[in-house]
């Protein structure tokens, strides 16, 4: 029996082809074994991170905007900037100086007007306090007539009182009223520089005009009046608001004094031993 010999077979090509697959199969042994292994494996995100992380983004973005419209609007943005500093600390003062105590008191009032009418007097001053606006005015045209005091001496003094107090109230209103009326103004005359700057480097140009340096000064310019009237807009609103409460205090306040001055408190009933003696 004849043995047929064969030809080995060719080892440059197999080697070559070999070698072109080793990687992939190395590839994809590795990734099998990385999915086989769950401490191989990337786990996702927790969303608080990437919540930080959206956060931190965000803030770097405001802050580059904040910066570049400092830059671009100059002088009147920086000024528009510094009365808004202003306002919101005018603003957290009076919220501080109108709730922590509120001025009108309204509880204490309603209690200690209730026990002037029925006649218990020193139970309705015992009700008030000098620290709330509306309590010590009352408390003081109390005070007054249960000692007697000549009425028209009272009322100048109930008037000067209540006057310093509500002048209290509309302490920095004034300045609060002032930025509402500049701010606007302000951005006016931003825009107005802005612009003439933007045909200044037209008029510079000459027939080699740019469209994209017109529209650059424009909206440049513009810019400082959007600034003025996001300062003015809040303002405007806390300030009748603020002025609109002092207003509803002043009422209560006169609404609460008129109140003893005619509403006279009853006597206290006689007991009978003491009415058949009399």
Same mark, same amino acid.
């Given at each position: ?9 060719? &080892? ?11 990687? =992939? /199969? ?10 086989? =292994? ?33 830059? !671009? ?19 957290? &003062? ?22 002037? $009418?029925?006649?218990? /007097? =020193? ?26 005091? =000549? ?46 700057? /933007? ?5 510079? /140009? ?11 000064? &424009? ?6 009046t959007a600034v003025g009237l996001a300062?003015?807009?809040?303002? !405007?609103?806390? $300030? ?22 005619? $509403? ?15």
């Open positions: 029996m004849t043995v047929e010999a064969t030809s080995p077979p060719a &080892i440059e090509p197999a080697a070559s082809a070999l070698g072109s697959t080793v990687p =992939d /199969a190395a590839i994809d042994a590795s990734a099998a074994t990385v999915a086989a =292994d769950p401490a191989l494996t990337s786990a996702p995100l927790d969303a608080s991170l990437n919540a930080a992380v959206d956060n931190v983004e965000t803030a770097t973005t405001l802050l580059d905007t904040l910066r570049e419209w400092l830059i !671009v609007g100059g002088p009147v943005v920086w000024i528009l900037l510094g009365m808004s500093v202003v306002a919101l600390s005018i603003l957290l &003062i009076k919220l501080w100086q109108f709730y922590m105590p509120a001025p009108e008191g309204t509880r204490a009032v309603r209690r200690s007007l209730a026990l002037w $009418h029925q006649g218990k /007097a =020193d139970e309705a001053i015992a009700q008030l306090n000098t620290r709330q606006t509306v309590p010590a005015v009352l408390l003081l045209a109390m005070r007054g007539k249960r000692s007697g005091t =000549d009425q028209q001496l009272l009322r100048e003094e109930l008037e000067r009182v209540a006057s310093f107090r509500l002048n209290q109230l509309k302490l920095l209103l004034r300045p609060l009223e002032v930025i509402a009326n500049l701010a606007p103004l302000l951005g006016l005359l931003g825009t107005v520089l802005g612009m003439i700057v /933007a045909f200044q480097n037209m008029e510079a /140009a000459g027939s080699r005009v740019d469209p994209s340096v017109l529209s650059g000064g &424009i909206w440049q310019a513009l810019l400082t300062v003015a807009i809040p303002v !405007v609103a806390v $300030h009748s608001w603020m002025e609109r409460r002092v207003e509803r205090i002043a009422a209560s306040l006169n609404d609460a004094v008129t109140q003893v001055f005619t $509403h006279q408190p009853k006597p206290p009933v006689a007991s009978g031993k003491v009415a058949n003696a009399a």
